[in-house]
């Protein structure tokens, strides 16, 4: 049940907040080989991004992930069509070590378009606190930046995060789906490090764990994801309009702590 707060009221009216943007953290964009999506292209990524009210999107498009002949470069030509409302992160393909150097090359020389790295780490077949990603690592590190990495209860990633957040401190390590499924582990890992955040993304397709670690004192760690177009965001707003949580909470979870992360200017 929608919960009865102002935003909630307002968000019901009218299909958005006008007085809460959001900010998606995590975004994809084109086809994949796994389904059909029907808003995969950057038009239809900016129609639904209009349709919810999401002001940006922080994205790294399926091609950046698992084509390396094409890389990091639809990534590129989405941030420039759309500056402000679109930023990207740089995927690192760790079976595709020649091509690290020049991801972070093309980092350097695309600072205005770019957030961070982004990490597939599970779908690759090579932990995160691998040797093959030590590069990547080392740079975020050095530059102090953000890195989204892909979190699964049971994929091994538990540890890997454990490592990488004790090994690079600088970086600012968002675990996407907050390790679903191992909520108390999720809580205790961004607990003991400070520079550890949960992305959202599948976190809210189930009752309680946002309330779990809004309750666990992590509401300014909690970053706002939807991996769309695998999901509309309409769903992940209207999930956290139904928990248990104030609208301080929620303007704190939609826009507010991944203004603070990326130094995110709202359009």
């Known amino acids: 049940m929608i919960c009865d707060s102002d935003l909630s009221r307002e968000f019901v009216q009218q299909g958005r907040g006008a007085n809460c943007p959001v900010i998606d953290v995590h975004v994809h964009l084109g086809p994949v080989y796994t389904g059909w999506m029907p808003k995969w292209s950057i038009d239809g990524l900016i129609d639904t991004m209009d349709q919810a009210g999401v002001q940006v999107s922080v994205l790294c498009p399926h091609s ?3 084509s390396p002949d094409i890389g990091n470069e639809e990534t ?4 420039r069509r759309h500056p402000g409302r679109i930023r990207g992160y740089i995927g690192v393909n760790p079976t595709h070590p020649r091509n690290i150097e020049k991801d972070l090359a093309n980092f350097d020389r695309n600072r205005d378009l770019l957030s961070g790295l982004k990490m597939l780490a599970s779908y690759h077949r090579v932990l995160m606190d691998d040797d093959a990603y030590r590069p990547a690592w080392e740079y975020a590190d050095a530059h102090r930046l953000a890195v989204l990495c892909h979190t699964w209860g049971g994929d091994g990633s ?4 454990r490592n990488i957040a004790a090994r690079h401190p600088n970086a600012r390590i968002i675990m996407a789906h907050a390790l679903h499924g191992q909520w108390e582990d999720a809580i205790d890992i961004a607990k003991q490090y400070d520079n550890v955040y949960l992305d959202l993304c ?3 397709d189930d009752r309680g ?9 992590l509401v ?3 970053l706002f994801g939807t991996d769309n177009p695998w999901f509309h965001p309409h769903h992940g707003i209207g999930a956290l309009l139904s928990a248990d949580l104030s609208d301080e909470d929620r303007q704190d979870i939609l826009h507010r702590n991944a203004r603070r992360l990326f130094g995110v200017t709202i359009p």
């Open 64 to 66: 950046a992930l698992f």
């Open 76 to 79: 590129l030509a989405a941030a």
């Open 158 to 161: 538990e540890q890997s995060m």
């Open 202 to 204: 599948a976190v809210l």
């Open 209 to 217: 764990p946002v309330e779990r670690f809004v309750e666990a004192g």
């Open 220 to 222: 300014k760690k909690l």
